[in-house]
């Protein structure tokens, strides 16, 4: 069964970075593009941006730029998102998701909707000095 | 950027009741619109895509309508695992904006 498996709670300091692991079993990783999204306490949902586990291509949300890395690693299929400069308001749970393209008919016009499927159980990572 | 704006931020309502949850998009997304539901200390869960469809496994009184800018997530008799918050997500183009959610409360 597919699975995406998250690296443990973290706490940083500020002005440090983090690094989550996500880990991706069930499928074939280079098949499906993995998006982080995170979530801040009592907050809503924010994206962070999307990587292709198959050439490594990478876009991020304006507000990360700079600060967001992403990459994957295809022998162990796993993904990373590495965050720099961090500061208090990162405390937040990490979530990556996987994008499926599922098929949409209206009439006689077919879509394919990018849609997360499955999700990781989330990382905690705490900033505080 | 395409902003999501979700209302009302919560709602109180009763088991059996009629729920109603909007979103509009700041631009015109077409169908590439999903609902996601979230439970406390979960991950987010896919309800709807393509503002209609139900996805597999989610039970029928969810339903989803709209097109266009203005979307709209019914869940026809609330019961009580359906105390959450729900999140409308725009997949027409990146950044993947979310609407601030709803978070369904029992009254």
């Known amino acids: 069964q597919v699975q995406l498996v998250q690296s443990g709670a973290e706490v940083k300091k500020p002005g440090a970075s983090m690094k989550v692991s996500c880990k991706a079993s069930g499928y074939t990783f280079t098949n499906y593009y993995i998006h982080w999204v995170r979530q801040a306490p009592g907050q809503g949902l924010e994206w962070m941006g999307i990587i292709n586990p198959s050439g490594g291509s990478t876009s991020y949300a304006q507000k990360f730029q700079g600060r967001v890395t992403m990459t994957r690693d295809t022998s162990t299929s796993t993904v990373y998102m590495e965050l720099s400069s961090l500061r208090s308001e990162d405390t937040a749970v990490y979530y990556c998701a996987r994008e499926e393209s599922v098929g949409y008919c209206s009439g006689d016009i077919c879509y394919s909707v990018p849609v997360y499927d499955y999700w990781g159980q989330g990382t905690l990572v705490t900033v505080s000095s | 950027d395409i902003q999501m704006t979700q209302s009302p931020s919560s709602l109180s309502a009763s088991v059996g009741d009629r729920v109603t949850i909007t979103c509009r998009a700041s631009?015109?997304?077409?169908?590439?619109l999903n609902w996601y539901q979230q439970k406390p200390g979960k991950a987010p869960k896919l309800l709807i895509y393509?503002?209609?469809s139900l996805q597999s496994g989610v039970p029928s009184r969810f339903s989803g309508s709209g097109s266009g800018t203005d979307f709209t997530l019914t869940i026809s008799s609330l019961r009580p695992e359906d105390f959450a918050t729900y999140y409308c997500q725009q997949s027409y183009s990146t950044p993947r904006t979310f609407g601030g959610g709803t978070k369904v409360e029992i009254k």
């Open positions: 393509a503002a209609s």
């Open positions: 631009q015109s997304i077409s169908t590439y």
